[in-house]
T-cell receptor
Framework: KAGVTQTPRYLIKTRGQQVTLSCSPISGHRSVSWYQQTPGQGLQFLFEYFSETQRNKGNFPGRFSGRQFSNSRSEMNVSTLELGDSALYLC????????????FGQGTRLTVV | GESVGLHLPTLSVQEGDNSIINCAYSNSASDYFIWYKQESGKGPQFIIDIRSNMDKRQGQRVTVLLNKTVKHLSLQIAATQPGDSAVYFCAEKNQGGSEKLVFGKGTKLTVNP
């Protein structure tokens, strides 16, 4: 069974631009969560989707948004990029909402210049 | 506010020794506590979890201890191997409410041959 796939692996964007990151969960997993990882703040929860519905949202500005499609694939979008948005963005999938074990992808390394 | 933290940012051990990684948490309402291992260039990997109504759980070469009185969690790795070198994160999850994971800052474990 393939793991969680995130694309692209690396991305360089300019301040003010917007970016879309993609996550394909493990087959059969319907819950997808996104996290931002930085050296200073560590791993921080962005949002979680289940059956195309956002169930939880972390403390991030409205520039951060996401969605989930009927095949459980998810995208997150960051608009009006700031230098501080440079981070590793991780996606995790769970088989069922409420399941404890989350499986993480390798992440997308976003650099904003 | 809720927070999960770690006592030490780095830990260096000799191969074959036992390792103990500690974590303090502040949210008494958390139902699950989870340890993740993150190797360089990879996403976090689930190691073991413990429910809040337990005080000890054992896996393969790993043991997690939970002390709810002092809000302390530890991960013990027996016979530490070079492949155990990674950053270890504790995380907490509230089963009844938000399903997000709240991560600690991480401890970097280095195993010396």
């Amino acid at each position: 069974k393939a793991g969680v796939t995130q694309t692209p692996r690396y991305l360089i964007k300019t301040r003010g631009q917007q970016v879309t990151l993609s996550c394909s969960p493990i087959s059969g997993h319907r819950s997808v969560s996104w996290y931002q990882q930085t050296p200073g703040q560590g791993l921080q929860f962005l949002f979680e989707y289940f059956s195309e519905t956002q169930r939880n949202k972390g403390n991030f500005p409205g520039r951060f948004s996401g969605r989930q499609f009927s095949n459980s694939r998810s995208e997150m979008n960051v608009s009006t990029l700031e230098l501080g948005d440079s981070a590793l963005y991780l996606c995790a999938s769970r088989e069922l909402t409420g399941a404890v074990e989350a499986f993480f992808g390798q992440g997308t390394r976003l650099t904003v210049v | 506010g809720e927070s999960v933290g770690l006592h030490l940012p780095t830990l260096s051990v000799q191969e074959g020794d036992n390792s103990i990684i500690n974590c303090a948490y502040s949210n008494s309402a958390s139902d699950y506590f989870i340890w993740y291992k993150q190797e360089s260039g990879k996403g976090p990997q689930f190691i073991i979890d413990i429910r809040s109504n337990m005080d000890k759980r054992q896996g393969q070469r790993v043991t997690v201890l939970l002390n709810k009185t002092v809000k302390h969690l530890s991960l013990q790795i027996a016979a530490t191997q070079p492949g155990d070198s990674a950053v270890y994160f504790c995380a907490e999850k509230n089963q009844g409410g938000s399903e997000k994971l709240v991560f600690g800052k991480g401890t970097k474990l280095t195993v010396n041959p």
